[in-house]
């Protein structure tokens, strides 16, 4: 079971920055693609952005422009920067990673980012 903590959440000014990272730990065989989803209360889980182990990234299209996704296979480690901020990017932000060798995938417990208007 891979294990994933994220850290660099919190509250920012509408317009402001945020950097979401996320560690991942105890995969067996080596992750292929990790990524960030999001959700409100009473909402699904909404794709933020992910990248694999070729550097390919996808992107929402409420962020397309603003948010950038980096990450490091070598350590496990992906990163979310966050630009110019909308309080409608008020959410719980959940970091993801997928094993292709096993077909397993893995969330995080969430870290809350609040934009204040």
Not at 3 to 8: A, D, H, N, P, R
Not at 81 to 101: F, G, I
Not at 102 to 108: E, F, M, R
Request: charged share 15%; glycine share 12%.
């Amino acid at each position: 079971q891979v294990q994933l903590v994220e850290s660099g959440g919190g509250l920012v000014q509408f317009g402001g920055s945020l950097r979401l990272s996320c560690a991942a730990s105890g995969s067996r065989f080596g992750l292929y693609l990790m990524g960030w989803f999001r959700a409100t209360p009473g909402s699904e889980r909404e794709l933020v952005a992910t990248i694999n182990t070729h550097s390919t990234t996808t992107y929402g299209d409420s962020v397309k422009g603003r948010f950038s996704i980096a990450g490091d296979f070598t350590k496990e480690t992906t990163y979310l920067q966050m630009n110019s901020l909308k309080p409608e990017d008020t959410s719980v932000y959940y970091c993801y990673a997928y094993e292709s060798s096993n077909g397993q995938a893995s969330w995080g417990q969430g870290t809350q980012v609040t934009v204040s208007s």
